[in-house]
């Protein structure tokens, strides 16, 4: 296996019981998934891995992201707008703060 230069984790609001609960699932994080995949390959960002995640506890600024090892957190995460700016910023090394939790 390749080890990924990045991994995003999206939060799907799985709990423990393996329901989906939460806002990141409400709001259609899991819908995103095959979308920010699709343009990791067309932009040639073959070195970042994807993986949906339990809930990442920030409910009230959902849909999450979260890009590591920056450790880069972002909300509200709804469309596919918002994934194209966020990997923007990313292949120019930088950080779409319109979208980072603090």
Same mark, same amino acid.
């Given at each position: 296996m390749?080890?990924? @230069?990045k991994h995003i &984790? /999206?939060?799907? *609001? =799985?709990?423990? *019981?393996? @329901?989906p609960q939460g806002i990141c699932h409400?709001?259609? *994080? !899991?819908? &995103? !998934?095959p979308y920010l995949e699709s343009e990791l390959m067309d932009r040639g &960002?073959? #070195? /970042? =891995?994807v993986s949906m995640t339990g809930c990442l506890k920030v409910c009230d600024r959902g849909p999450a992201m979260v890009i590591y090892p920056d450790n880069t957190w972002y909300g509200g995460v709804e469309t596919e707008e918002d994934v194209d700016a966020i990997l923007d910023a990313l292949e120019k090394g930088e /950080?779409? #703060? @319109?979208y980072v939790l603090t």
């Amino acid at each position: 296996m390749q080890k990924p @230069e990045k991994h995003i &984790l /999206i939060c799907a *609001s =799985f709990r423990a *019981s393996g @329901e989906p609960q939460g806002i990141c699932h409400k709001k259609g *994080s !899991v819908n &995103l !998934v095959p979308y920010l995949e699709s343009e990791l390959m067309d932009r040639g &960002l073959d #070195d /970042i =891995f994807v993986s949906m995640t339990g809930c990442l506890k920030v409910c009230d600024r959902g849909p999450a992201m979260v890009i590591y090892p920056d450790n880069t957190w972002y909300g509200g995460v709804e469309t596919e707008e918002d994934v194209d700016a966020i990997l923007d910023a990313l292949e120019k090394g930088e /950080i779409a #703060d @319109e979208y980072v939790l603090t």
